[in-house]
């Protein structure tokens, strides 16, 4: 059997639900962890696991470049070379690609783009794609498609989102079923309601074992994100995942849970991780911050990762002022163990039926609203950037 989704209850649009793979169980809603180049940056195996993800997500794009997807697979394939014995979803390298301004050609077979590497040639199609994505074992893989740059005109939306389409059955066509393993389908059509729901309904009808949502986080404001997530979710077929491709904030996130989104990724924790920002149950701080020198209580008192019950968060706040690299490495621990706690939370408060009242307390905990996250412009954006090494 492939890959597949079941749902354990409902609470208004909220799911909670448990995705069955060939490399294990994940408990939905799920955030999962960025691990781009095929680690999460600065963060061991066994601390991810320990945070209690069980998903992550890899990058085709960097991967095929380095250190190349026949060599993982001869290495024995990404589980084994990161010691991630879990599911792996990958991208399909399209975002990447799209986004390397003036040193990629598109046509209608696929794209050909410079490495920002070695500036060597190389050439993306939706075969090559599933084919790397193969090479890598992702349990998870993704379709090529066009992310649409916005803003687009309506024609160039449109025409992208059509694309995106042929370029999905491709991917289809080429894809091995195998058990436990699936494939995600990924609506493009900007913010245009009709467009979206053109493109739900054009990968529903090809079939796929999960249906991403991309393109968005690019710039169009909240607003128009989540009037686009309303347009498009009650197209998707109710048996199966719903993933947000980049978002976002825990806000963002549990706005998207309560519309009926299952899956996140966002480079979010692991970015703010290296740059001092905090992600706590008591809204988001940043630990250079002065104020915190002699402080001698946790980080989050809410939080059990080594960052807040080993050291008070004076200690955080000395090692990121002295450029210690330990800073980065216990925040990050911390930002995304905060983030696999906000959604084992989501889902328990899913379960027990009472999900905007735990929203509400969510919020009511953080010292004010949180301020918009300079790094939040979604795992698309976030993930091309990490060509430069996150
Ligand atoms: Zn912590």
């Not at 042929?166 to 289809?172: H, I, L």
């Amino acid at each position: 059997m492939t890959l597949h989704w079941t749902c354990e209850a409902r609470d208004g649009d909220a799911r909670a639900g448990m995705l069955h793979t060939a490399h294990g169980e994940v408990p939905t809603p799920v955030f999962m962890p960025v691990g781009t180049a095929g680690t999460v940056k600065a963060m061991t195996a066994d601390a991810v696991r320990a945070t209690g993800a069980r998903l992550i997500l890899g990058n085709t794009y960097h991967l095929m470049l380095r250190p190349g997807a026949e060599r993982v697979a001869r290495l024995g394939g990404l589980h084994r070379i990161i010691d991630w014995p879990g599911p792996i979803l990958t991208d399909s390298g399209g975002f990447q690609v799209m986004s390397l301004a003036g040193l990629r050609k598109l046509d209608q077979d696929g794209v050909t783009f410079q490495s920002h590497i070695d500036g060597s040639a190389h050439r993306l199609t939706p075969e090559r794609s599933v084919e790397i994505q193969h090479l890598l074992d992702a349990t998870i893989t993704m379709c090529f498609d066009e992310c649409t740059p916005f803003p687009a005109t309506e024609a160039q939306a449109r025409d992208s989102m059509e694309l995106s389409m042929r370029w999905a059955a491709r991917s289809r066509a080429a894809f091995l079923p195998r058990d436990g393993y699936g494939q995600f389908g990924i609506v493009q059509g900007s913010i245009i309601p009709d467009l979206r729901r053109r493109s739900a309904d054009a990968l529903t009808q090809i079939g796929f074992e999960g249906y991403a949502i991309g393109g968005l986080a690019v710039g169009e404001g909240h607003g128009a994100m989540f009037a686009t997530i309303d347009v498009t979710v009650p197209r998707l077929p109710a048996k199966a995942p719903r993933y947000l491709m980049g978002v976002g904030t825990p806000e963002d996130i549990i706005r998207a849970v309560a519309r009926g989104i299952d899956m996140f990724d966002c480079v979010i924790p692991t970015r703010a991780g290296r740059t001092a920002r905090a992600y706590t149950s008591r809204g988001v701080f940043n630990l250079r911050n002065a104020r915190f020198a002699e402080d001698p209580a946790p980080l989050d008192p809410a939080c059990a990762c080594p960052a807040c019950t080993r050291h008070p968060v004076a200690y955080l706040h000395h090692l990121f002022r002295a450029e210690e690299m330990l800073g980065p490495m216990l925040l990050t621990w911390h930002n995304v163990q905060y983030y696999q706690d906000l959604m084992r939370g989501l889902r328990a408060a899913i379960l027990a039926g009472r999900f905007d009242a735990h929203a509400a307390a969510i919020r009511g905990a953080w010292a004010k609203p949180l301020p918009p996250d300079p790094s939040a412009c979604g795992a698309n954006t976030a993930a091309f950037d990490d060509r430069e090494g996150q």
